[in-house]
């Protein structure tokens, strides 16, 4: 009885799900019906017949109507940030669109306005490395197809059915130190798509095998210095560490 208990917990804890919170995000995003205007992950906004501007913008326009999180936050929360509605140039501009963004703080709870607030930063690609190095990184990561699955900046955890816990994972998240451990093997899976210990494990391997989605191998592909900027890149990704181990709040 003990055992079977104990087997369950283990299986439980094996398969649970580390979403991140821009991951939590982008599922509420297409949830709430976001992309309906937007566009897929917010990357191409519709046509808003009577605007100046056009059409609703991208999430990769975001500077041009929020300069930070907490504008941002406004802008889902009210449809609209306390700067531009004291606008009655903008307040025109808004009436004769067809479109206007509704307000969300009614209908989601202050944790998921969180989530959604960090989706729209990554798929803006928000903030930006300052390190040179951690830069290129990221621009590798985008010029190999890197983000096709992993998503704006890493962030995301596509669905790839069949897997160990169902989607890509996330550089930024709690599942990318189960499968990753250090710099070496980051490099075996970058370059063979895999990793040794990963490939000793039966369990492993199955999953490996059976998801949709795999990993591909850059061997071949990459230019000098690459692996370095790309460890780089998701190392200043990466939420910072405190020294007891746990991650800093």
């Not at 985008?142 to 962030?155: F, I, K, V, Y």
């Not at 995301?156 to 059915?161: C, D």
């Not at 160990?164 to 451990?181: I, S």
């Not at 000098?224 to 790309?230: M, N, R, V």
């Amino acid at each position: 009885m003990v055992a079977g208990i104990a087997g369950l917990v283990a299986a439980a804890w094996l398969f649970r799900p580390n979403l991140t919170s821009a991951e939590r995000g982008r599922r509420l995003a297409e949830a709430n019906g976001c992309f309906a205007c937007h566009g897929p992950e917010g990357s191409k906004g519709v046509a808003n017949a009577g605007r100046t501007d056009g059409d609703v913008p991208s999430y990769g326009s975001l500077m041009m109507y929020a300069s930070n999180p907490e504008e941002v936050r406004e802008w889902i929360a009210n449809g609209v940030t306390k700067a531009k509605l004291k606008s009655e140039t903008w307040k025109k501009e808004r009436n004769q669109g067809t479109l206007r963004m509704p307000a969300f703080g009614h209908r989601l709870t202050s944790r998921e306005i969180d989530d959604l607030v960090a989706f729209v930063m990554a798929a803006a690609g928000e903030p930006t490395p300052q390190d040179s190095v951690a830069a290129a990184g990221r621009d590798r990561a985008e010029a190999l197809g890197c983000m096709g699955c992993h998503g704006s900046g890493g962030r995301y955890a596509r669905r790839n059915p069949g897997s160990l816990k169902g989607y890509v994972p996330p550089w930024d998240g709690a599942d990318f130190t189960e499968l990753v451990q250090n710099e070496a093997e980051f490099r075996e899976w970058v370059e063979r798509g895999s990793s040794r210990r990963f490939e000793e494990n039966p369990i492993a391997n199955f999953f490996l095998d059976r998801g949709t989605l795999h990993m591909p191998a850059f061997r071949g592909k990459l230019e000098p210095g690459d692996l370095e900027a790309l460890w780089a890149y998701i190392q200043w990704l990466r939420p910072p560490v405190k020294p007891d181990g746990g991650p800093r709040s």
